[in-house]
């Protein structure tokens, strides 16, 4: 098994599509093809089924990729070290972090940081709380930064921003403020597992009501579906107030009398892992950067 396998096999995996992997990795099909047939014939076992014109991992190949993610990410971190000995002159900065910090907070660190350290490629992928947290754990990211608290042993969690959910309508809702009530209205929320739904929940909780008995009319991946979709009228939604302010501001959305308590952005790192140079400085960058 060589490390060129490792890394077709993964692509492969993640996609589930030859042309794409091969596409990813600057590869022809056939040449990620036999790549894979190679592995399945010298181990023999199939790590792929062939169903109609795509392909699935079987039982045997979704066990092989959390093996082989780990260990390419054992390689990556080996030639971080010998890229990063000394300078901040090259490098590579692996970032993961959910919806609302992705679009709104992050960015203007990411842009300063590159300006400091312009030989610093860096790498930032959207996610939710769940995804962003699982990908620094098993490597895939070497920092992450999520909305609330995380209780996960081997990740160190550090509070870099403060930010308040609000609870919005359309302009043309039909209850007056004073008269909406949380418990029975219809909702439009973010998916399982996303912090925006985890931390709304809490306050829920802690005002006495149950999460689980209420009307959600549509349940969407992303802060923007949730905007396109509470603009439309009849449902309300709880999303962060930066992401409102401008909707709020040119009446199409109109804030709902509730106080939710303050959320923080949280950034994520393995407490065991080696950090990069990039990776600490970024760190730093973000406690000190206004």
């Given amino acids: 098994m060589t490390f060129e396998q490792l890394a077709i096999f993964v692509a492969t995996a993640e996609r589930q599509h030859l042309t794409q992997a091969a596409a990813t990795l600057g590869l022809t099909p056939s040449a990620v ?13 199939h ?14 190949g979704r066990v092989f990729l959390r093996e082989a993610k780990e260990t390419l990410a054992r ?3 080996a030639e971080s070290v010998l890229a990063e000995l000394g300078t901040l002159k090259t490098g590579t900065l692996d970032v993961q972090a959910s919806q609302t910090i992705a679009n709104y907070w992050l960015p203007s660190k990411l842009l300063a940081f590159s300006r400091a350290y312009p030989g610093i490629k860096v790498k930032l992928t959207i996610g939710n709380t769940t995804t962003v947290a699982a990908a620094v754990k098993h490597g895939d990211a070497e920092l992450g930064f999520i909305e609330g608290l995380l209780d996960e042993p081997v990740l160190a969690n550090f509070r870099v921003a403060s930010d308040k959910l609000v609870v919005v309508a359309a302009s043309g809702y039909d209850d007056a403020q004073s008269d909406v009530d949380l418990a029975t209205a219809r909702w439009i929320m973010r998916e399982k597992g996303s912090g925006t739904r985890s931390v709304l929940e809490d306050s829920l909780q802690q005002m006495g009501i149950n999460p689980d008995g209420m009307d959600i009319s549509l349940i969407l991946p992303s802060n923007e579906a949730m905007l396109t979709a509470v603009r439309g009228g009849g449902c309300i939604a709880a999303l962060s ?12 959305l109109r804030l709902l009398n509730f106080d939710l308590p303050p959320r923080h952005f949280t950034l994520l790192r393995h407490k065991e892992r080696h950090r990069t140079a990039p990776a600490r400085e970024f760190e730093a960058f973000c406690h000190t950067y206004p």
Wanted: hydrophobic share 35%.
């Fill in 33 to 45: 093809s036999s790549s894979i047939k190679s592995l399945e014939h010298f181990y023999d076992l």
């Fill in 241 to 252: 107030e930066t992401i409102v302010a401008p909707f709020v501001e040119n009446g199409q």
């Fill in 47 to 60: 790590l792929f089924d062939r169903v109609g014109r795509g392909i699935q991992l079987t039982p045997e």
């Fill in 75 to 77: 390689v990556r971190q």
